[in-house]
């Protein structure tokens, strides 16, 4: 049977069911309403819906427009005036599905029934969604070892954790820092200035598109049963993943490139390295270390801009930020990579429990990420020094070479040096601070 797509609003006193269901015989329609449940069925569509309020059984209105297919029903509400919550969050209306126990044991069979392997309980390990794991990760190691770096049956949270940091000391390139740093004024600066689409947006005017609906539609509604250990998993890498997405937002103009997919990856350790959070801070740190690592772009003002879009998209709700999740699942979907396997390790079980997750918990991190400013220092990556050092070489060569410059070259080589002293007198004085920390900036 397939589930149609459907779409659910509310007035005070009533609800109305929008369905899509295109060349069906309306002879063989039914719909019932009791209180909290509605089913639907007509071949080959069938819907079931668990409300989070009840209704009366009668049906209001109903209508049918045989050109696009929509049918619409009006129902009335039990209670008048109470107020049905995240009701375009649809996945957590349909009928949940019972997620697999721990005890099951999962054989690998060839041809003629033979085991080829078997999974029991005592080899899952800690990775993905909520750190919660899966029972087959050796298909997945095997077939996209080039997504993942690390293999979790063999390495715990805490050796991914040290193995990353020591690639990302390996990786990280002075020179194209230094690049960017100098590029702050123009090509840098033209980034920062772009207007996120998401600060002209409010929480009433986020609406999901027919595609959005079809996703969340077909997404399996499961019942979680998290730990408070895996809850703080589940949220900080979030903030992780949406961070990484803000990057990858902004450096393309808000348009996406066949590059996002990897963007995404390189920047989120939990994607990259299966890596677990447990405060806003650490997490927000990584993705700024990794902002200045991996892609394109390595700059710090070009991180706090990023921050702050991630901070905007927070504000506007669980609506808000699962919509930036169906962004990204389409996105590693499309890729000419395997990272489609991302969506059913972490993606997917974003979307569904969005809708289902304590809301006063989730708030306090939002509240948490919205106090939180980085300093270079906290980096550890001596990054003041490497500008300290660059700006008075460079500056020291430019009054050595100043006499055999021509005319234009000096002028632009005077605005140069103004911005490139300016900026030494700044790092200077926050490498005071640092020897100093109770001196005043």
């Given amino acids: 049977m397939i589930i149609p797509l459907f779409r659910l609003s509310q007035s005070p006193d009533t609800v109305t069911l929008q369905i899509t269901a295109k060349y069906i015989k309306l002879k063989d329609l039914e719909l019932i309403v009791e209180g909290e449940e509605i089913f639907f069925y007509c071949k080959p569509y069938h819907l079931k819906l668990h409300l989070p309020g009840s209704l009366d059984s009668e049906i209001l209105n109903s209508k049918y427009d045989v050109d696009s297919g929509l049918l619409t029903f009006e129902m009335r509400k039990t209670t008048p005036g109470e107020n049905f919550k995240n009701l375009d969050l649809i996945t957590r209306l349909l009928a949940p599905v019972e997620e697999k126990k721990k005890t ?23 990775y993905g969604f909520a750190m919660k794991g899966l029972y087959d990760f050796h298909r997945v190691i095997d077939e996209y070892g080039d997504i993942i770096k690390v293999d979790p049956r063999k390495i715990d949270i805490e050796e991914r954790f040290k ?13 194209h820092y230094i690049a960017d740093f100098v590029e702050e004024e123009s090509l840098i600066q033209e980034l920062v200035d772009l207007e996120s689409p998401w600060s002209s947006k409010s929480k009433s005017s986020l609406e999901f598109d027919d595609s959005e609906i079809e996703i969340l539609k077909n997404l399996s509604n499961k019942n979680y049963n998290l730990s408070e250990e895996q809850r703080k998993y589940c949220y900080y890498s979030l903030i992780d993943i949406l961070f990484a997405y803000c990057y990858d937002s902004r450096t393309t103009s808000f348009e996406g490139n066949s590059e996002s997919g990897w963007t995404i990856l390189e920047i989120s350790a939990s994607l990259r390295w299966l890596i677990g959070f447990k405060d806003a801070k650490s997490t927000l740190l990584s993705a700024y270390r990794r902002s200045l690592i991996y892609p394109l772009y390595r700059n710090f003002n070009l991180c706090n801009k990023i921050l702050s879009d991630l901070k905007t998209i927070l504000a506007l709700g669980v609506k808000g930020i699962v919509k930036c999740f169906l ?81 234009n070259e000096e002028e632009i080589t005077k605005d140069l040096e103004k911005i490139f002293t300016e900026k030494l007198v700044l790092v200077e004085k926050e490498l005071e601070l640092q020897k100093n920390p109770t001196s005043t900036k």
């Fill in 163 to 175: 193995l990353m940091r020591l690639e990302e000391c390996q990786k990280f390139n002075a020179d």
């Fill in 327 to 407: 962004e990204i699942y389409n996105i590693f979907l499309s890729g000419d990579e395997c990272r489609y396997i991302l969506n059913d390790i972490f993606i997917k079980d974003y979307l569904v429990y969005m809708a289902k997750w304590s809301e006063e918990e989730w708030n306090n991190v939002v509240k948490e990420v919205s106090d939180i400013v980085i300093d270079k220092k906290d980096l550890n990556m001596s990054l003041y020094e490497i500008e300290r050092d660059f700006l008075t070489k460079v500056l020291q060569v430019n009054e050595l070479d100043s006499d055999d410059e021509v005319e």
């Fill in 104 to 126: 099951d044991k999962i054989l690998i069979l060839d041809d003629e029934h033979n085991v080829l392997w078997e999974d029991t309980p005592e080899t899952s390990f800690e």
